[in-house]
């Protein structure tokens, strides 16, 4: 008996199509990370359908781990993964509860494993983003609580795996030494995602895109001086990508303001809608991080 | 005798998936969820042990059938009860409740006569499984 099903009908039904087609639009660059997406869609998809003609039994496991610097975009595609996830129906409700050390680690004796299952319960339905997950674990010290919340995560991961789906995200490195030290918890993690840092046109194309969300513009000279902006600053420390991107361009705005406040002080008063949007060279050159650089 | 109190309690037992529907149903309209137990299952025992705290601000039924679980591995063989608490002002009063875990054996209510003054007689229930300490009754 061969049964026949139709691939097209279930990617139809799921409208995953508008999600992976809105990541591709809206994140730039981060390639690998869309191919695995792409890929871990595909797999699901595949599921569905044997499921459907009773193939697979069980739900595949769907823990994953975001690892990459600060600012490439973990939580935006946690949000997108929680979408996807929704929409071909591997978890009820599709919300994000995002959480850090903090949320789920308590300060004293019994204070923790109720801290965590609150968390866990808020959680299930959706998804749980656990940000600068390895902070849970604490080397150092022996007696530390984020072991207990690790466990008990462990139990819910493991016998409530149609309810919630758990998604790490941290440094690689940092993130490495942790499943070293819980190999419980890598084994329960299916799909290792990692994303890489952002060339400096990428950065250039988000710092267009921030500008154009944010109803401002470049024109030629201040567009030459963000490229500048994004070479020096690619270099100094605590360099977080895009969200350096946007706090440079939250400081510009910020002297962008002033100066024209302080030009039509200066003048009558009036001020051309054009010069109300406009980022100038000087807003960007004015920068701490142009200073550095010549030191 | 099977107790009846609550919703759905004339009804066969609710399975865990039918368990979660009511809860997300109750979610939807915005209450709180509690699980509560007790081994005094008299109609006029309103206070039930809680198990945890009311649960605000969950999303999915998955989350009280996980508390539901825990209560019923702690305590098998005794009433559980899943409440929904409508918390909005001016209503501030329990909108749901019904049974989700029985014992297996209910030995029921017994009528009790008291002779009073005048020949006058109070008729009281009482719970034949009441008459055990906590904790031996079912």
Same mark, same amino acid.
């Given at each position: 008996?061969?049964? +026949?099903?139709?691939?097209?009908?279930? /990617?139809?039904?799921?409208?995953?199509?508008?999600?992976?087609?809105?990541?591709?639009?809206? /994140?730039?660059?981060?390639?690998? !990370?869309?191919?695995?997406?792409?890929?871990?869609?595909?797999?699901?998809?595949?599921?569905?359908?044997?499921?459907?003609?009773?193939?697979? +039994?069980?739900?595949?496991?769907?823990?994953?781990?975001?690892? $990459?610097?600060?600012? #490439?975009?973990?939580?935006?595609?946690?949000?997108?993964?929680?979408?996807?996830?929704?929409?071909? $129906?591997?978890?009820?409700? $599709?919300?994000?509860?995002?959480?850090?050390? *903090?949320?789920?680690?308590?300060?004293?004796?019994?204070? #923790?494993?109720?801290?965590?299952?609150?968390?866990?319960?808020?959680?299930?339905?959706?998804?749980?983003?656990?940000?600068?997950?390895?902070?849970?674990?604490?080397?150092?010290?022996?007696?530390?609580?984020?072991?207990?919340?690790?466990?008990?995560?462990?139990? !819910?991961?493991? %016998?409530?795996?149609? *309810?919630?789906?758990?998604?790490?995200?941290?440094?690689? &490195?940092?993130?490495?030494?942790?499943?070293?030290?819980?190999?419980?918890?890598?084994?329960?993690?299916?799909?290792?995602?990692?994303?890489?840092?952002?060339?400096?046109?990428?950065?250039? +194309?988000?710092?267009?895109?921030?500008?154009?969300?944010?109803?401002?513009?470049? &024109?030629?000279?201040?567009?030459?001086?963000?490229?500048?902006?994004?070479? =020096?600053?690619?270099?100094?420390?605590?360099?977080?990508?895009?969200?350096?991107?946007?706090?440079?361009? *939250?400081?510009?705005?910020?002297?962008?303001?002033?100066?024209?406040?302080?030009?039509?002080?200066?003048?009558?008063?009036?001020?051309?809608?054009?010069?109300?949007?406009?980022?100038?060279?000087?807003?960007?050159?004015?920068?701490?991080?142009?200073?550095?650089? @010549?030191? | 005798?099977?107790?009846?109190?609550?919703?759905?309690?004339?009804?066969?037992?609710? #399975?865990?998936?039918?368990?979660?529907?009511?809860?997300?149903?109750?979610?939807?309209?915005?209450?709180?969820?509690? !699980?509560?137990?007790?081994? &005094?299952?008299?109609?006029? %025992? #309103?206070?039930? %042990?809680?198990?945890?705290?009311?649960?605000?601000?969950?999303? &999915?039924?998955?989350?009280?059938?996980?508390?539901?679980?825990?209560?019923?591995?702690? =305590?098998?063989? !005794?009433?559980?009860?899943?409440?929904?608490?409508?918390?909005?002002?001016?209503?501030?009063?329990?909108?749901?409740?019904?049974?989700?875990?029985?014992?297996?054996?209910?030995?029921?209510?017994?009528?009790?006569?008291?002779?009073?003054?005048?020949?006058?007689? =109070?008729?009281?229930? =009482?719970?034949?499984?009441?008459? @055990?300490?906590?904790?031996?009754?079912?």
């Amino acid at each position: 008996m061969s049964e +026949a099903i139709n691939l097209k009908a279930i /990617l139809k039904e799921a409208q995953i199509q508008d999600v992976l087609e809105e990541l591709d639009r809206e /994140l730039v660059g981060l390639l690998p !990370v869309k191919r695995r997406i792409r890929e871990i869609a595909a797999f699901l998809l595949v599921s569905k359908a044997r499921q459907k003609v009773g193939l697979e +039994a069980g739900t595949p496991s769907l823990h994953m781990c975001f690892t $990459g610097n600060p600012g #490439t975009g973990k939580t935006t595609v946690a949000m997108k993964m929680a979408a996807i996830l929704h929409r071909l $129906g591997y978890v009820r409700k $599709g919300h994000v509860v995002s959480v850090t050390r *903090d949320d789920l680690v308590g300060q004293y004796i019994g204070h #923790t494993a109720p801290k965590t299952k609150e968390v866990l319960k808020k959680a299930m339905g959706g998804v749980l983003f656990i940000d600068e997950a390895y902070y849970l674990y604490r080397p150092e010290n022996e007696r530390d609580y984020g072991q207990e919340a690790i466990e008990i995560m462990l139990q !819910v991961m493991e %016998n409530n795996r149609d *309810d919630l789906v758990v998604i790490l995200a941290g440094y690689k &490195d940092r993130m490495d030494t942790f499943f070293q030290s819980n190999p419980g918890m890598s084994s329960r993690i299916a799909h290792h995602i990692d994303f890489p840092d952002y060339e400096p046109d990428e950065l250039m +194309a988000i710092a267009h895109s921030m500008v154009g969300q944010m109803h401002y513009q470049f &024109d030629a000279q201040s567009e030459r001086a963000m490229v500048d902006y994004i070479a =020096h600053r690619r270099g100094q420390p605590h360099f977080a990508n895009a969200r350096s991107i946007r706090n440079a361009l *939250d400081r510009a705005r910020l002297r962008q303001a002033n100066r024209v406040f302080d030009s039509a002080m200066a003048g009558s008063g009036t001020i051309q809608a054009e010069a109300l949007k406009t980022i100038t060279e000087e807003d960007i050159r004015a920068s701490r991080v142009f200073s550095a650089a @010549k030191e | 005798m099977r107790i009846t109190q609550g919703q759905f309690s004339f009804l066969p037992d609710l #399975t865990d998936e039918e368990i979660r529907k009511q809860v997300d149903y109750a979610i939807g309209r915005g209450w709180a969820l509690s !699980v509560e137990w007790t081994d &005094d299952p008299h109609p006029r %025992n #309103t206070y039930w %042990n809680m198990w945890g705290i009311p649960m605000f601000e969950i999303k &999915d039924g998955a989350a009280v059938l996980f508390e539901v679980n825990a209560c019923r591995k702690a =305590h098998s063989g !005794v009433y559980i009860k899943v409440n929904a608490f409508d918390n909005t002002r001016g209503v501030e009063s329990m909108c749901m409740s019904f049974i989700v875990q029985r014992p297996a054996q209910e030995p029921g209510f017994g009528l009790v006569r008291q002779e009073a003054g005048g020949r006058h007689i =109070h008729y009281t229930t =009482h719970s034949y499984a009441t008459d @055990k300490p906590m904790g031996e009754r079912y």
